[in-house]
Structures are given as C-alpha cells and as structure tokens.
C-alpha cells in the first residue's frame, strides 16, 4: 500500500496486473519455439484492462518467435527488457500490425524492442501502424538476422 495524502489502498494482484508479461502466457522466448500464440494471448489479456486504457505487455531478455500479431486496443504497450528480439518466421504479411478495426486507437506504444526475420520477406513490413493515433514508439531497431525485414516500420493514417 501506498503511503501518503490521497493514496488508495490497492490489492498486490491488482498492482501487478498494470504490467503483463509475455511469460506469463507461455511464451519461451528461446529462439526455436513459436511464441505467437502466447504473445497474442498477452495482448489480448492486457487490452482487458480499464475503459480501453489497456496494459503494457512485457518481453524479458530472450529471442521470441512469431508469425503475425495484432493490437487492436487503445492503450496497449510493448515494452522490452533487456535484450528482446522478435524474429518474424513468415515470409509474407505484416510481422505486428497496431490497428483500429472501427475506428482510430490511440496510445499503442512499442520500446526496447528488436525485431528482425529469420526467413526471406517477400512482402509485409515488421510493423505496420494504420488507424491510430497518439501512438509511442521508441528504441525500436530492425536488423537482418538473418534475413531483413522486408519493411522496418510502415504506416497509415497515423496522427
């Protein structure tokens, strides 16, 4: 519990729901198993959270394997630890594509994250940002390992 003028009394669980980990999901982030669907599960838990404010999903040190993902939710961030890779195992389509299905959302964020291929892209870009606003994207780097991204960053209709 906080100590102070105006603090709220708050369960631990509660506390601990403000940051989800991918692990948490079953995600490995060994390099050879597929995370994908544990990382959705991730993002999907954490878009859960309070009035579309969503919940910052965390990926500890560790090669996390994926094939595509989606953030559909207002509010919903990435955020690396250490030393995070997503290495994207699909040739074609978007590796993480932050979108607004009925409309715009906004406050997506996406930090301290590499994210590079570990099979020849032929179309798709490692991340594709459409219908969104207010997003926060910071110390993102796309590398060649050991295959390039066909696309870094691209995006669309983005204030």
């Known amino acids: 519990m906080q100590l102070g003028s105006g603090a709220v009394a708050r369960t631990t669980q509660d506390k601990l729901r ?6 948490d999901f079953g995600a490995k982030g060994d390099g050879s198993t597929d995370d994908t ?3 959705q599960a991730a993002i999907n838990y954490a878009a859960t959270f309070g009035s579309g404010f969503g919940a910052e999903v965390v990926f ?4 996390y394997n994926y094939s595509a993902l989606t953030i ?3 509010g919903v961030s990435l955020r690396g630890q250490g030393k995070a890779a997503l290495v994207k195992t699909s040739a074609t389509g978007n590796g993480l594509l932050v979108i607004g299905p009925t409309g715009r959302i906004y406050g997506a964020g996406i930090q301290n994250l590499q994210f590079s291929a570990s099979v020849a892209q032929t179309s798709g ?4 940002i459409t219908n969104a606003g207010q997003c926060k ?11 390039p991204c066909f696309r870094g960053l691209q995006t669309n209709n983005v204030s």
């Not at 403000?18 to 692990?23: D, L, Y």
């Not at 994207?137 to 390992?145: A, G």
């Open 72 to 74: 559909s939710n207002s």
């Open 37 to 39: 669907s544990a990382i």
């Open 137 to 147: 994207l910071d110390n993102l780097t796309f590398t060649s390992y050991p295959f």
């Open 18 to 23: 403000e940051i989800v980990s991918v692990k």
């Open 60 to 63: 500890p040190t560790g090669q």
């Open 125 to 128: 870009a490692a991340v594709y």
